[in-house]
């Protein structure tokens, strides 16, 4: 975080010199290099600031694959399944969890009728 302030302050400090000069066209161009080299100044600074972050994001990512893998095995049939049941999920309101335990999600009043699947004809509840 001192990088950052630091590299602010830098930028700012030469920054300043060049907007208080009487500007030809020569000296826009200085200033517009040297905000340029501030800009990349601090991005550098960010980057180098965020690596470690990063790094330990991407450990995590490495450990849960797995995990995630077998997750997406064992629950991936069965979220499909009710994605074929469900025309869109912006025609149903919240769930809401009874006290017990049952999960109900009601359908919007304002929702279009809905048709069942014609392959199977049937609804199931």
Known sequence: MKQIAVLTLALGLTVAPAIAQEQSET?????????????????????????????????????????F?????????AFAELLNQVDDFRNYEPPEFMPNGDIIIRRKPAAPLWEPDPETGEIEL
């Open 27 to 67: 000296e826009v161009d200085d200033g517009f290099s040297l905000m340029e080299e501030g800009a990349r100044m601090l991005m550098r600074g960010l980057m180098a600031e965020m690596e470690p972050a990063i790094d330990e994001l991407r450990d995590s990512f490495e450990e849960m694959g797995p995990a």
């Open 69 to 77: 893998a077998e997750f997406a095995r064992s629950v991936g049939p």
